[in-house]
């Protein structure tokens, strides 16, 4: 299997990072508060990147909480203070077990997408979940590249989707996160997804502008390279209107009676 694309330890992978977790933080944060976090919550996060979830649980929780940051890649997440009742360990989120009825609230965000066995994923999540804990997840879903009213830009994404795909990566995954999740045995909230319009220069062009990028080895010649200059160049020009991925925040919560084992 293709292994994951962006995994660059350099700066400009950090500043992508940054941009992504200025742009979904509120929203992923939005998420958890409608849960009423408990002080006393043990929460997990899988693929945590540089941390900042993990950071805002941890001070969110306070000192009878605890958080465990994780990623498969724990580079960022070790360069970077946070809270004492916050730890970091690397974890790879396929191959790596977690331990059963262990944690209230288990958080994944832009990882999913990533791993072609993703499904496993959120049952081994769901296993891990106390009874009564929720997972929340928040994936993109490139379905809505079709709102785009010029064609190139709609090409462009088609282009991407087809790319991820030969790469092991479904960026049209969103929409089939609460079926998957509901298949976990997890009850699922009713479920929103945010799809942003977005002006070149802005901070969502910046983000997906950085992206193209930071994958540029690895895309070869599977996309029209006159297909990407015009997407940079849109990303570039203020007078550009664009249509983001969607992003979807889908929690699920284990039923508050399950026996330990897994979720039913
Ligand atoms: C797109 S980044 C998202 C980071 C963070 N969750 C966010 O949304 O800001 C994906 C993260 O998943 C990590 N990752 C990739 N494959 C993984 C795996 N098999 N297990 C755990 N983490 C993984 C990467 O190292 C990276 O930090």
Partial sequence: MPSYVFASNDDRERHRLRCLARLLDP???????????D????????GAGLGTMSAWLAHRTGPAGHVLATDLNTRFLSQVSHPD?????????????LPESAFDLITVRALLHHLPEWRQVVKKCGHALKPGGTLVVVEPDATSGMLNVVPPHQRFWSAWCRW???????????????????????????????????????????????????????????????LVAAFHEASADPDALMCSLGWIAVSGRRAPGACKGGAP
């Fill in 27 to 37: 929203m992923h944060r939005r998420a958890l508060e409608a849960l009423e976090i």
């Fill in 39 to 46: 002080s006393r919550w043990h929460a997990l996060e899988l």
């Fill in 85 to 97: 009742n916050m730890t970091v360990e690397r974890l790879d989120a396929v191959h790596d077990p």
């Fill in 164 to 226: 991820g795909r030969r790469e092991g990566i479904d960026f049209r995954l969103g929409h089939k996160l609460p079926g998957a999740m509901h298949a976990a045995g997890l009850d699922v909230a009713d479920t929103v997804m945010e799809v942003p319009f977005y002006h070149g220069g802005s901070a969502w062009a910046e983000f997906y502008s950085q992206t193209v990028d930071a994958a540029g080895p690895r895309l070869g010649d599977a996309i029209d390279p006159g």
